[in-house]
């Protein structure tokens, strides 16, 4: 029996034609996505489902897909489905992470020009029959500076972009290697930097924890008076509030965005400025682009209803169903590994070693390695997966070195990631015990024991008596209750570590008082 998929929001014909050339049966019903439970009454029909992003894939709809194998988004973002549940019941959920990436860097460019020339007000003022032509006094952009915030895949179009229009392009990626900046003929920069030096600022990172508000009172603040800053990336990396108040002073000359932090935008605090430019996250928005994602989701569903293969899929790795229940334990072990490395590391990664020893040098290795660099990477890449890390890692000039060899120590299977920057060289081991749960076994050369857990707290500090009371003092005090609690030193009176898994997250202002401890060298709050 031929798989079904059902196309519930809007999809180009031609997408439509390539499920029925592979041999898929279609049922297209664009408008259905609007009504959940008319799709939860029929998605137990189909074996697939292709979506953009009026569909909203709840539980209560996977509920009852009982023959769903995977899901299809026609574009980057997955934030319309449930992907814990997905993965619960088994669902493969895909997206299409370079398709729009043209458009975009396209819109970007055309907001820069359209704020440099003041085109959207003089268009409104020549056609409401002023003739203003002294009022609106441009900028060139020919031998500006233009400052690029996360040069990946948009990021460097922009840049190339940017250089064919004679500008001068400084690029702020922690990620971005100097091999890769002086392949796309930018300078790399620290952010103050950038700051400092742009006549033109344009964001291009997704929204995490350490690029929220990148641009924020205090950073705007530290901008050349006179910038221009462009959003076409995410709401939520400038503060709204106070690049208003930087428009009003006149220190930031004018800004354009097509992305905020409340969405759809009916009110916003740069809404009426003269200097202000909006368009409604249009950043995806041509014939084209539409046309590539719809394309990419079609053949990337009728691969895997059809012959199991799996490509840019956002919550398993490209391996088969038979390599499946060997891998996932190591699968999980490699990505907390890799995330545990990722979240301890603000600087440039220049390269990553991940060495395999013992029975899990047989597996499958690229997709544990997938895994491990989708874990490292994703503090700072929040829409990173386990097919796109490498090629995103490729893109940024971090080189990938793996080794496989027999078993040398107490471990049946033991997988080491070793960070290397230009400060330092950092590395941690982990195993999977019998009871198939990830265990972490050597931190920095030091040996530990400890099991993974969604929150914990990670401190290197200086073996001298009394410092575990204190610290286990200050959790008690501040209502934090201990899980576990693995220690670790590598002589008596030198280097230890202590990697305590706690109920809840770890407040800010407590993690501060951690890391006024006198022996304490470094404290970070940690979460799997």
Known sequence: MAPRVLISDKLSPAAIQIFKDRGVEVDFQPDLG????KLAEIIGNYDGLAIRSATKVTPKILEKANRLK???????GVDNVDLPAATAKGVIVMNTPFGNSITTAEHAIAMMFALAREIPAADASTQAGKWEKNRFMGVEVTGKTLGIIGCGNIGSIVAERGVGLKMKVIAFDPFLSPERALDLGVEKVELEDLLARADFITLHTPLTEKTKNILSAENLAK???GVRIINCARGGLVDEEALRAALDSKHVAGAAFDVFTIEPAETNPLFGHPNVVCTPHLGAATTEAQENVALQVAEQMSDYLLTGAISNAVNFPSITAEEAPKLKPFIELSEKLGSFA??????DIKTVRIIYEGAVADLKVKALTSAAVAGLLRPALADINVVSAPSVAKERGVVIEETTRAATGDY????TVTVVTEKFERSVSG???ADGHPRIVNI?????????????????????PGFIGRFAGLLGDAGINIATFALGRDHAGGDAIALVAVDGAVPAELLAKVQALPQVKAAKALAF
């Open 34 to 37: 609007k009504d959940k439970d």
């Open 70 to 76: 995977v899901i299809g988004r026609a574009g980057i």
């Open 223 to 225: 901008t050349k008076k």
């Open 342 to 347: 990722g979240q301890l590391t603000d600087t």
């Open 412 to 415: 049946e299977s033991l997988i």
């Open 431 to 433: 195993t999977v015990f």
């Open 444 to 464: 920095k050369g030091i040996k530990v024991d400890a099991e993974f857990a969604p929150a914990m707290v990670y401190v290197t500090n200086e073996d001298k």
